[in-house]
């Protein structure tokens, strides 16, 4: 129904984040937007972004889902009222997040083996 709609934010919208904020954020984008998807901060990134957008709660049927993931992202990030600061922590939280997982993964994997 949306071709720019996908379930959660993707990778590729991630570039299209740079200049919705301070000289720290661009960095932070700038170097996201080269890293492999499968990168820890990547990943993180887009952790971050899935919920800071509500991806879980969006549905095919929503206005949001409507405008496409790379605008609703851009609509999140430039009305997000705190500080970039407070965007580094939450992905902080993400990235810390990812390694839980990775590492719970990592440790299944060798008692399977």
């Keep these: 129904m949306y071709p720019e709609s996908e379930?959660?934010?993707?990778p590729r919208c991630i570039l299209g984040l740079k200049g919705l904020r301070d000289e720290q954020w661009d960095e932070l984008v700038g170097r996201v937007s080269v890293l492999p998807e499968t990168h820890e901060d990547s990943l993180a990134f887009c952790?971050?972004?899935?919920?800071?957008?509500?991806?879980?709660?969006?549905?095919?049927?929503?206005?949001?889902?409507?405008?496409?993931?790379?605008?609703?992202?851009?609509?999140?990030i430039k009305g997000f009222k705190g500080s970039d600061r407070a965007l580094l922590r939450y992905?902080?939280?993400a990235?810390?997040?990812?390694?839980?997982?990775?590492?719970?993964?990592?440790?299944?994997?060798?008692?399977?083996?």
């Design 7 to 10: 379930i959660l934010f993707p």
């Design 47 to 76: 952790l971050m972004m899935i919920k800071l957008c509500k991806c879980l709660r969006c549905d095919l049927g929503s206005y949001r889902a409507s405008l496409g993931c790379c605008t609703c992202a851009q609509r999140a």
């Design 91 to 93: 992905l902080s939280r």
């Design 95 to 113: 990235r810390r997040e990812v390694q839980s997982y990775l590492e719970s993964v990592g440790a299944e994997e060798k008692q399977a083996t």
